[in-house]
């Protein structure tokens, strides 16, 4: 966007207003969060990574518990990958804590131990996008830097009255350079986090409380009566269906297989019952006998399913159906991704929701 259009936004507009409104509102009524009681730049770091696709409440327990665990740079920089994804485990999207570790290690490695506190500097470290990157620097930093996510674009859409489709990159950007223009004039931390607060709280995707609004009578949208119609976002995809057959494989030791899954690719290093994809017309016992004699040098039988789990990602819906069989020995060990273990041993290890889902209701 050219500085014409950036003013063309802002032409009429109360801007030291609309920014002091939200500053006091947010520094009055912000909800008290563990991540907000220190400028810590890592912790901080830590909270965004994990707010990402991720509701609040969620978050709260993962963030205090991962914090206890890793407390500084350094304690995550020096820890194991099998740690980070058990600390990890029922976040999802995995990659987020892969890639944070990664960019801590460089940290310290690089910077001996202290985050980057220029955009330019902190932007090429791993997994940190431009929200993150704004985010660190105006929250722990106190730089004016805008963060632009989907909180703030939904709140800045109805505000300033902006009908470009939000699941656009370059709509992005016109967030971003008009967030420049209004967070270099007050404080960057309590003005961010207020956008995003609103957002959350007030300025709601659907049914926003508008008559609760510290910032309504700077709505345009609100003035014309559309606010419930923006902020414009062009439909996702429709999300792909899989039907799956996971067996839970028992020996006479009181043991259970399992297996890693590949290093890359959905769910990376995350551990499982064997399992597989099949379609509608398969026999799903007759496919598991044939795997598991194939593949795991396991002969066993395979009667009906022992229950069913459904598990919803953003992009795809795995339905699984569940069965059991017991062997004898220690067969299917011929790979070093597979190995028996103990029933008690299982909460050491990393499972994707759908697997933990399996142990709840066939093991447990």
Known sequence: ????????QLKNFKVTTFQQDLVNWFNENQRELPWRESKNPYRIWVSEVMLQQ?????????????IREFPTLEDLAEAEEDRILKAWEGLGYYSRVRNLQSAVREVVSQYNGEVPDTREKISTLKGVGPYTAGAILSIAYGKP????DGNVMRVLSRILLIDNDIAKSSTRIIFEKILYELVSKVDPSSFNQGLMELGALICTPTSPGCLLCPVR????AYEKGIQTE?????????QTSKLMAAVVIRNDRDEVLIERRPSTGLLARLWQFPNFETSITDNQSSVLKGKLLNDYDIDAEIQEPIHKV???FSHLIWNISVYETIVSGRPGERQASRKWVEISELEKHAFPVSHQKIIKQSII
């Not at 991720?54 to 991962?66: D, G, M, S």
């Not at 923006?230 to 429709?238: A, C, E, R, T, Y």
């Open 54 to 66: 991720t509701r609040v409440e969620t978050v709260i327990p993962y963030y205090q518990a991962f």
């Open 1 to 8: 966007m050219n500085n014409q259009v950036e003013q063309e």
């Open 217 to 220: 009578e700077h709505c345009r």
């Open 310 to 312: 459904e598990h919803i």
């Open 230 to 238: 923006l902020p414009v976002k062009s439909k996702k995809k429709k």
């Open 145 to 148: 830097e805008p963060a632009v």
